[in-house]
Structures are given as structure tokens and as C-alpha cells.
């Protein structure tokens, strides 16, 4: 199993950005699907996740700013980011949630 992040870079407040997580091995339509970040000092959180159902959960933090997405046919799993703020700077991360595989994440930077 591999799960590919891209998508991530320099952006200033209130930019976007949309990551992407590629997966081989794995097909995400059958199972819950997560981004989780990681800020330096701070724990692993979660941002969203998609169940195999399609159903979403958002981390409060990001509640109305961030969407998550999947695309069946491209097998790949998607986080809209809106609004960005200077503390979404993290490692962003793209997990199988129960599975327990995970990508090598992608950095986000939000400053001016």
C-alpha cells in the first residue's frame, strides 16, 4: 500500500490550497479515509476524514474552511483548504484510518 501526498507549499492567510493523496494498493472507496496535520511541538490531529459511504467529520478548527473529497475513479483522495490561516501550518498527512497506513505527509506554510 502507498499514499502519496501532494499539493502543499507557501501560502499567505486567507489563500487556498488543495492537497491530494494518491493511493496504490489500496482502494479508498471501501474504506474510512483521513487527513490528519501535525504542527512542530504539537500532536497529530485530526482535520477530516470520508467514509467509505461518503459521509464527512471535520476537526472544529477547520469547520466551514476545509473539504474533503474523494475522486472513485482516480482513486484519490482530496483536502480543499479555504480561508488558510497562520495556524494550519503543519505536516499534513493522509491516512487509511483503520487500515493504519499512511503517507509521507506534505508541508503547509501560511504566512505573509
Known amino acids: 500500500v502507498q499514499l502519496v501526498e501532494s499539493g502543499g507549499g507557501l501560502v499567505q492567510p486567507g489563500g487556498s490550497l488543495r492537497l491530494s493523496c494518491a493511493g496504490s494498493g489500496i482502494l479508498f472507496r471501501h474504506y474510512q479515509m483521513g487527513w490528519y496535520r501535525q504542527a512542530p511541538g504539537k500532536q497529530r490531529e485530526l482535520v477530516a476524514k470520508?467514509?467509505?459511504?461518503?459521509?464527512?467529520n471535520y476537526g472544529d478548527s477547520v469547520k466551514g474552511r476545509f473539504t474533503i473529497s474523494r475522486d472513485v475513479p482516480k482513486n484519490t483522495l482530496y483536502l480543499q483548504m479555504n480561508s488558510l490561516k497562520p495556524e494550519d501550518t503543519a505536516v499534513y498527512y493522509c491516512t487509511a484510518i483503520v487500515l493504519g497506513y499512511w503517507g509521507q505527509g506534505t508541508q503547509v506554510t501560511v504566512s505573509s
Open positions: 470520508i467514509s467509505s459511504g461518503g459521509s464527512t
